[in-house]
């Protein structure tokens, strides 16, 4: 679901899980030439200012691969190769959330492999992704759920629910994910998680869009991947997992 909206088709065939994952943070005037509009280079060019908070001393450019939330939410594993061997890292341990620096990989250092462990619960996942041009576009706010459900059937047992291009790394909704876990499946829990996951996570303003903008966007795509998610269960029940 979440390759699906990556960029164009062109783009998709071309491109490569490792380099979604581990694409530069965005900014708005990063990309913009000096004489264009700025006199001295921003902090992602090596200059002391971010033109977004010139009166900060940190970096406000956004993560935006739509492929990471959703490897988060699989608990998905990668293996980093360089002179010394391989490693194996779970893809959280990937991102810094530090816009001036996003990755932990060091020089030298490529991915090579991505792994997705299975499940034996019955199970559900749903990505949403926000944008203006639809996948031509990098997102406004993208979301990523993963859901594994009780023996019942209606209790969720384990949540990972993941936002990307709100700030400088994918952030997990770990509060959301903790007080669904033991709750029932329905309508009004949904409700709830919502604004527990607004109201928990760092929403940076970027791109000309407002705080509260991406607030209600946040809400809106949260609400259509936990429904996917909540409908996979339901799918995996009816083919008798």
Same mark, same amino acid.
């Given at each position: 679901?979440?390759?699906?909206?990556?960029?164009?088709?062109?783009?998709?065939?071309?491109?490569?899980?490792?380099?979604?994952? %581990?694409?530069?943070?965005? @900014? /708005?005037?990063?990309?913009?030439?000096?004489?264009?509009?700025? &006199?001295?280079? %921003?902090?992602?060019?090596?200059?002391?200012? %971010?033109?977004?908070?010139?009166?900060?001393?940190? $970096?406000?450019?956004?993560?935006?691969?739509?492929?990471?939330?959703?490897?988060? $939410?699989?608990?998905?594993?990668?293996?980093?190769?360089?002179?010394?061997?391989?490693? #194996?890292?779970?893809?959280? *341990?990937?991102?810094?959330?530090?816009?001036?620096?996003?990755?932990?990989?060091?020089?030298?250092?490529?991915? &090579?492999?991505?792994?997705?462990?299975? +499940?034996?619960?019955? @199970?559900?996942?749903?990505?949403?992704?926000? +944008?203006?041009?639809?996948?031509? *576009?990098?997102?406004?706010?993208?979301?990523?759920?993963?859901?594994?459900?009780?023996?019942?059937?209606?209790? @969720?047992?384990?949540?990972?629910?993941?936002?990307?291009?709100?700030?400088?790394?994918?952030?997990?909704?770990?509060?959301?994910?903790?007080?669904?876990?033991?709750?029932?499946?329905?309508? *009004? +829990?949904?409700?709830?998680?919502? #604004?527990?996951?607004?109201?928990? /996570?760092?929403?940076?303003?970027?791109?000309?869009?407002?705080?509260?903008? /991406? &607030?209600? @966007?946040?809400? &809106?795509?949260?609400? #259509?991947?936990?429904?996917?998610?909540?409908?996979? %269960?339901?799918?995996?029940?009816?083919?008798?997992?």
């Amino acid at each position: 679901m979440a390759a699906q909206k990556v960029a164009t088709r062109e783009i998709r065939n071309m491109g490569t899980l490792g380099g979604n994952i %581990c694409q530069e943070t965005r @900014c /708005l005037y990063l990309n913009q030439t000096h004489t264009f509009q700025f &006199t001295e280079p %921003c902090l992602k060019r090596g200059g002391t200012i %971010c033109y977004f908070a010139p009166k900060g001393k940190k $970096c406000w450019a956004a993560f935006m691969s739509d492929i990471a939330p959703a490897l988060l $939410c699989l608990d998905a594993r990668v293996t980093i190769a360089d002179s010394d061997g391989d490693q #194996q890292i779970k893809i959280e *341990e990937l991102y810094t959330n530090d816009a001036l620096k996003p990755l932990s990989l060091k020089t030298g250092q490529m991915i &090579t492999k991505i792994i997705i462990p299975g +499940t034996q619960d019955a @199970c559900g996942s749903g990505f949403a992704k926000f +944008t203006v041009r639809e996948v031509i *576009e990098f997102a406004v706010v993208n979301v990523g759920v993963f859901l594994a459900v009780e023996k019942d059937l209606k209790t @969720c047992k384990q949540a990972r629910i993941v936002v990307g291009a709100i700030s400088g790394g994918p952030q997990r909704a770990v509060d959301a994910e903790a007080w669904l876990a033991g709750k029932k499946l329905s309508k *009004e +829990t949904i409700n709830i998680v919502l #604004q527990k996951i607004a109201g928990s /996570l760092n929403i940076i303003p970027h791109h000309g869009y407002s705080k509260r903008y /991406l &607030t209600e @966007c946040l809400k &809106t795509q949260s609400r #259509q991947a936990l429904t996917d998610a909540v409908k996979g %269960c339901s799918d995996e029940i009816n083919r008798g997992r």
